[in-house]
């Protein structure tokens, strides 16, 4: 479990972090959002007892980092995997973390495994590209078995396959009952892997939500294409649909509330500015395609329009 409270930091003039507070729970995969420079790497920075809090508290399991009795078996981090010294070992690497956290040799053996960096354990690591750097930093965070995780940016440089193997981990240490706590720009990975989403602009809170309510929040409802276009939109206007051009929908503009059945003006409207394609709040793909056979409208494409955690994301941080 993380907690924080009224998190601030200031340097000089910047105000990086301001006023803070957020829970990272367990069980669940949490997704740290925001755009560049606000504020993820210093608040995960707090939290790890790297910088120290302006004001506010950043605790881990109840207490700072910095108190923690055995911190390497309770937390494990990745921040920076290109910090890494690039003469050692992969191995050599993780056996000095190890010694250092008092955890034994056959964890370092399991660890590698883990990320799937085995067969390379004995090469240097000046010679590792970035995905595998990636992997022994996330190798390094798992070392002492920790409850929990926190990850700046772990999916950078890893391939596809890479990407899913990460998020299939991740989810399955969540479900293990460990807290996790990842930032990544990465937006549809983001919305596959994170149960939650905290969300943050300019060092404040922006949005603490389930990333399903978020992106439910958002749905933008059903495109329909259809040759009757005017003829089913008034009936599924009489069913209590919004309905829209899908041209306007795409152009982001806001639904027109739904008006009664028969309105000759409105299809005409619907049939000047989108031609046959319409865009439908309110009722669902199903429901539509019923109305539509009740009406011996036919109906060419059906496809319910889900927003992209991306436009979500870029519309409550403008
Ligand atoms: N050591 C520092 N000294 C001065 N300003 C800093 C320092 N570290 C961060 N900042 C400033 O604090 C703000 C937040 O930076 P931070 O790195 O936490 O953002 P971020 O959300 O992690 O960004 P990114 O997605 O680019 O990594 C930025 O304006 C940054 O310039």
Not at 142 to 164: H, S, T
């Amino acid at each position: 479990m993380i907690e924080v409270t009224e998190l601030t930091k200031v340097y000089g003039s910047t105000r990086a972090v301001s006023g803070l507070t957020f829970d990272v729970k367990p069980g669940q995969v949490t997704g740290f959002l925001g755009h560049n420079g606000a504020g993820k790497s210093t608040t995960m920075r707090m939290i790890l007892g790297l910088h120290t809090p302006t004001s506010g508290k950043a605790l881990i399991n109840g207490v700072r980092k910095q108190d923690l009795r055995d911190p390497m078996r309770e937390v494990g981090a990745m921040l920076d995997a290109a910090e890494v010294q690039g003469g050692r070992s992969a191995f050599a690497h993780l056996q000095a973390l190890a010694y250092a956290g008092g955890i034994g040799r056959r964890r370092v053996v399991e660890v590698l495994e883990e990320v799937g960096l085995s067969g390379v354990a004995r090469k240097r690591i000046a010679g590792f590209s970035q995905g595998m750097r990636q992997r022994l930093g996330i190798a390094a965070a798992l070392l002492g078995d920790p409850g929990v995780l926190i990850l700046d940016e772990p999916a950078n440089g890893l391939d596809p396959d890479g990407i899913r193997w990460l998020r299939t981990m991740l989810r399955s240490l969540a479900a293990e009952g460990r807290t996790v706590l990842l930032s990544s720009h990465l937006m549809t990975e983001m919305s596959l892997t994170a149960d939650r989403l905290i969300i943050i602009g300019q060092g404040r809170l922006i949005e603490d939500v389930s990333t399903a309510d978020l992106l439910a929040r958002f749905q933008s409802g059903v495109l329909v294409r259809s040759p009757h276009a005017a003829h089913l939109s008034r009936a599924l206007e009489a069913a209590g649909a919004t309905i829209r051009p899908a041209q306007d929908a795409e152009a982001g503009e806001e639904p027109v509330p739904g008006r009664p059945a028969g309105a000759g003006a409105d299809a005409r409207s619907v049939r000047d500015a989108g031609g046959e394609e319409l865009l439908v709040a309110g009722l669902t793909a199903a429901v539509i395609g019923d109305i539509a056979l009740a009406n011996g409208c036919a109906v060419h494409e059906l496809v319910s329009r889900r927003t992209s955690l991306e436009e979500a994301f870029m519309e409550i941080t403008q």
